[in-house]
């Protein structure tokens, strides 16, 4: 999916030795996506119909190979296994010719997350809506999709071996098609081990990262945005202090996926006298207070205020384990990027709603699509559809190899904002009156665009 041609040097590969189990994992997963290679194109297969069980065989398989080896922890306990050694992600090999078709291996876990959207995150997405918090047994359902053991890397226990950004935006897109509040929900996790992997210190990773690896990642979310209008993520309210060879936080959050049950928190913060900065905070620290605080839309991620009043913390809570540990604006930028990820999903979803509708709708003894109006409208969402998901899709490709893509995260955060809205209000003016009940999902797709157009962090690739 890179645009560029220039060729990179290959980067330091993943340091540590990998853990059997997450070779095994590598392994099973190589052989299952042979397998079905060799399945989807047989003809035989196909007139058969033994295409779908063979797929259901094979996503099992991959489920189970990156989970090999993979332990939940109960709480956050360092594994005692760190070297002083932080371990990083390699960055995959650029492609030399513009490329936009997926490899093999994602378009297999595409697969996995446009099923689970359709058969998990769909059907629960109304009353998770309505409660204002994923489903009970959430949690246990994601282990399907095996996000944990992808976003740690083999030698602390997980499957991944180079960086994934590319990988992390279509599975946001995909999920964000279900149901963008549950997809927030479900990722919110796996972009704090997804900051951990980038930027932990060695004894951060050893403590949490393996939590992360196992099938049902802890609870976890990305704290960036902060109750107050036209909010920049560069001018945080929320400080740390430095005293007597510890941290103090203070401020408050809001829009906090998970709020509620989070275990871990990874909080955006203004270090007085410097930059900015992330802080590791477990929810059971002194000062700490939570409440659930529903927003317009996006309401299945659980969304909360988080209040830090005067938190004490030790020095190696800092990400990175120093101030200048953390490239604070690349943070913000490849939470952009999952955020705009996760407007397509939502965009692409109303103008495959909208499609049969207007096709299906008749008046004065026509379907309305006859109408030019309506055509053109419908033409236009698709446009904008499009646009909003290459512009994505090549900040994700930029930041997977290495090359400078704060521009293209910022064009990617503005275009999906923007658009997204247009395209959620003419998809409710295309359903007229059906647009604002919610018997129709098109009400609630447009509330969570608009939630999506305001959050800051939350999630990141």
């Not at 609870?219 to 945080?236: G, M």
Request: with cysteine; hydrophobic share 45%.
């Amino acid at each position: 999916m890179e645009t560029e041609l220039e060729q990179r040097p290959t980067p330091k590969k993943t340091n540590g030795k990998p853990s059997p189990g997450a070779r095994l994992g590598r392994q099973a997963m190589s052989a299952s996506l042979a397998l079905l290679g060799r399945f989807s194109s047989s003809p035989l297969v196909h007139r058969l119909g033994l295409y779908e069980p063979a797929q259901k065989l094979t996503r099992g398989a991959v489920r189970e190979g990156l989970q090999a080896g993979a332990k939940l922890a109960s709480a956050f306990k360092s594994n005692g296994k760190s070297n002083g050694e932080a371990t990083r992600l390699a960055r995959p090999t650029p492609r030399k010719l513009f490329d936009l078709d997926p490899t093999d291996e994602q378009q297999m876990i595409r697969d996995v997350a446009q099923r689970f959207a359709r058969e998990v995150l769909e059907p629960a997405a109304a009353k998770a809506d309505t409660d204002g918090a994923p489903p009970e047994g959430f949690e246990s359902q994601l282990a399907d999709l095996a996000l944990g053991p992808m976003s740690v890397p083999e030698a602390l226990g997980g499957a991944a071996t180079e960086t994934s950004t590319v990988m992390g935006t279509l599975v946001a897109e995909d999920l964000a098609h279900g149901d963008p509040g549950l997809a927030l929900a479900a990722l919110a996790p796996i972009g704090v081990a997804h900051a951990l992997s980038r930027w932990g210190s060695a004894e951060q990773q050893a403590k949490y990262l393996p939590a992360f690896a196992g099938e049902t990642p802890p609870p976890a979310a990305l704290a960036v945005s902060e109750p107050r209008p036209l909010f920049d993520p560069n001018a945080l309210s929320t400080r740390v202090t430095l005293r007597a060879g510890e941290l103090r936080l203070y401020g408050e959050k809001s829009l906090v996926p998970l709020a509620t049950s989070a275990e871990l928190m990874l909080v955006a913060a203004e270090l007085v006298g410097g930059r900015p900065c992330a802080v590791l905070v477990e929810r059971n620290a002194a000062g700490v207070s939570i409440e659930a605080d529903p927003a317009l839309g996006a309401r299945a991620a659980g969304l909360g205020r988080v209040r830090f009043d005067g938190v004490r913390l030790p020095t190696g809570a800092l990400l990175g384990g120093a101030p200048d540990a953390v490239d604070y604006a690349e943070l913000v930028d490849r939470s952009r990027i999952a955020t705009a990820a996760l407007a397509v999903g939502a965009a692409q979803a109303v103008l495959d709603y909208v499609v049969p509708y207007v096709n299906d709708r008749k008046a004065f003894g026509e379907p309305i699509s006859h109408r030019q109006a309506v055509a053109f409208m419908v033409s236009n969402l698709a446009i904008e559809v499009e646009s909003m998901r290459l512009v994505t899709w090549r900040a994700a490709a930029r930041a997977e190899h290495g090359l400078d893509f704060h521009r293209e995260a910022y064009l990617a955060r503005v275009l999906t904002q923007e658009k997204g809205m247009e395209v959620a209000t003419n998809g409710v003016q295309l359903l007229g009156g059906h647009g604002y009940i919610k018997e129709h999902p098109v009400e609630r797709w447009y509330r969570d665009l608009m939630t999506l157009s305001v959050l800051e962090g939350g999630v990141l690739v």
